[in-house]
């Protein structure tokens, strides 16, 4: 484990969910100095370091976006894989079958790698990223291993959920019926369904 620089770090994503976000950094912001270090060492940044010793982040995405809002200027991180040495195209595509890499923007679509950002602020909002972590952490469903899982049930909520409008009390309402469906018969069969059980 070592220091990283944020500003220098790649995102493999598009988007985040930047309610969720504002909820990482609220958590943060929340710890004293004595407990700060190694809070963030528990959610260190899992990075795979590709062509040029660029630095791609695997996981905690919504993290090191928190961490940035908050002014911070490096955070802990972990090299999980080494792959500096690979083609670049190469690299892409063992990334891919790791899935590592989530090219799909806002509205769910699928992009081409190149049109990934180059940094972490310039991740923009998909609010279904929110809904799926805030229905996760209210029990909906278990979270599944990897960033794959929650793209998974963005898509699924982006489906079955309409958003009911901007601000705090449209959101909620559709966080309620992000819950309720996620636990329905048509959740069956996602990633960490438990339908009417205790997750």
């Known amino acids: 484990m070592y220091q990283v620089q944020l500003s220098i770090l790649r995102p493999t994503q598009m988007t985040v969910g930047m309610d969720y976000v504002q909820a990482k950094a609220l958590i943060t912001a929340s710890k004293n100095a004595t407990d700060l270090g190694q809070f963030m060492e528990d ?18 995405h919504h993290w090191v976006r928190a961490w940035l809002e908050l002014g911070y200027e490096s955070a802990p991180a972990i ?12 690299f892409w595509e063992k990334m891919a079958a790791k899935r590592w890499v989530h090219p799909y923007d806002e509205s ?7 049109e990934l950002p180059l940094t972490i602020g310039d991740l923009v909002d998909d609010p279904y990223h929110s809904l799926a972590a805030f229905a996760c952490r209210a029990g909906a469903y278990r979270k599944p291993k990897g960033a ?52």
Request: proline share 6%; no cysteine.
């Open 43 to 60: 959610h260190a940044i899992n990075l795979v370091l590709g062509p040029d010793d660029e630095p791609y982040v695997v996981d905690h």
């Open 108 to 114: 769910g679509k699928l992009r081409d790698i190149s």
């Open 148 to 199: 794959y899982g929650s793209f998974v049930w963005a898509d699924f909520l982006r489906a079955h959920v309409p958003l009911a409008g901007n601000g705090s009390g449209p959101f909620s309402l559709s966080l309620l019926r992000s819950i309720k469906v996620a636990r329905s018969q048509l959740a069956r069969g996602m990633p960490g369904y438990v339908g009417n059980k205790v997750a």
């Open 79 to 90: 090299v999980v894989t080494d792959w500096h040495r690979l083609e670049r195209q190469r």
